[in-house]
């Protein structure tokens, strides 16, 4: 297992010659998309032709745990690679994406502007990315602690725009 020294600093790379800073940060995004994407897509089939179960829609909760916190490991690679150091939060947008260089966002929302407009959304917009992302923001933590939510009282899942985000460097 690897060690790191604590409050050991990570070394700056310069933007373009490497794309994460550490290759296990990039496996565990990769490991959490494929266990949130696996999951959603075995219960897709249900969701769409049928009446899912109740057990099906509890289910959802890890899915987007795992999609979300991919994008939250994602999004703290590309401000490692910016800054040289580790930020912590778990807001995708307040928290993370905002802290990013201006170079850094563009390749996020260029990559997933483009991504979602394969998926069907032909008319997805600059505008439209930074809302889902501030919706999508606390979904790490909302759907984590799913179990502790007060009846009546929900928010919405941005369920594609996870997918998509997500997956969007591999």
Request: a negative charge; aromatic letters at 14%.
């Amino acid at each position: 297992m690897t060690s790191y020294p604590a409050g050991g600093i990570v070394p700056h790379y310069t933007q373009g010659t490497e794309f994460y800073s550490h290759d296990e940060a990039k496996v565990l995004a990769e490991t959490y998309y494929s266990i949130g994407n696996d999951l959603y897509q075995s219960l897709l089939p249900k969701l769409q032709t049928q009446t899912p179960s109740q057990e099906d829609i509890w289910r959802l909760y890890p899915a987007f745990v795992n999609l979300s916190f991919s994008c939250e490991i994602i999004l703290k690679l590309f401000y490692e690679n910016d800054h040289g150091n580790i930020v912590s939060g778990h807001k995708l947008y307040k928290d993370l994406f905002n802290k990013l260089s201006d170079d850094s966002k563009k390749i996020i929302s260029d990559l997933t502007i483009n991504a979602m407009k394969g998926n069907s959304d032909s008319d997805y917009t600059y505008e439209m990315f930074i809302s889902d992302l501030k919706k999508s923001e606390n979904t790490f933590a909302h759907e984590r602690y799913s179990f502790e939510m007060i009846p009546r009282k929900s928010h919405s899942l941005q369920c594609s725009f996870l997918l998509t985000f997500s997956r969007m460097p591999y």
